[in-house]
């Protein structure tokens, strides 16, 4: 079993940053890949980023590309998302996921291959 509990959401005018902070606890973190997802009212969850369960490898919406980072710290069980130039599109709440995969490059993308989630944390950004 592994809890993921999100936080660093807020209130945010375009072009602002935000970094958001995803607390993971169980077993084995280190061996789960993680990612980051996203869910407008009324809209399907959609993928944001994802990360290895090395670090070594990451993938990212175009949508977000180039203005979102994401990393890990295996020392601290902690997966960040770091979120720049945003804009009022990005508004959602954010879910931060854990997925058991069997190779340390793995990066999957749907939501279905995900085994875990966090609660959400809201981000509004104001244009």
């Known amino acids: 079993q592994v809890q993921l509990v999100e936080s660093g959401g807020g209130l945010v005018q375009a072009g602002g940053s935000l970094r958001l902070s995803c607390a993971a606890s169980g077993r084995a973190f280190s061996r789960y890949a993680m990612a980051w997802f996203r869910q407008a009212p009324g809209k399907e969850r959609d993928f944001v980023a994802t990360i290895s369960w090395s670090g070594s490898s990451t993938y990212y919406a175009d949508s977000v590309k180039g203005r979102v980072t994401i990393s890990r710290d295996n020392a601290k069980n902690t997966v960040y998302l770091q979120m720049n130039s945003l804009k009022p599109e990005d508004t959602a709440v954010y879910y931060c996921?854990?997925?058991?995969?069997?190779?340390?490059?793995?990066?999957?993308?749907?939501?279905?291959?995900?085994?875990?989630w966090g609660q959400g944390t809201q981000v509004t950004v104001s244009s």
């Open positions: 996921a854990a997925a058991r995969v069997s190779r340390s490059y793995q990066t999957p993308i749907v939501p279905r291959e995900y085994d875990y």
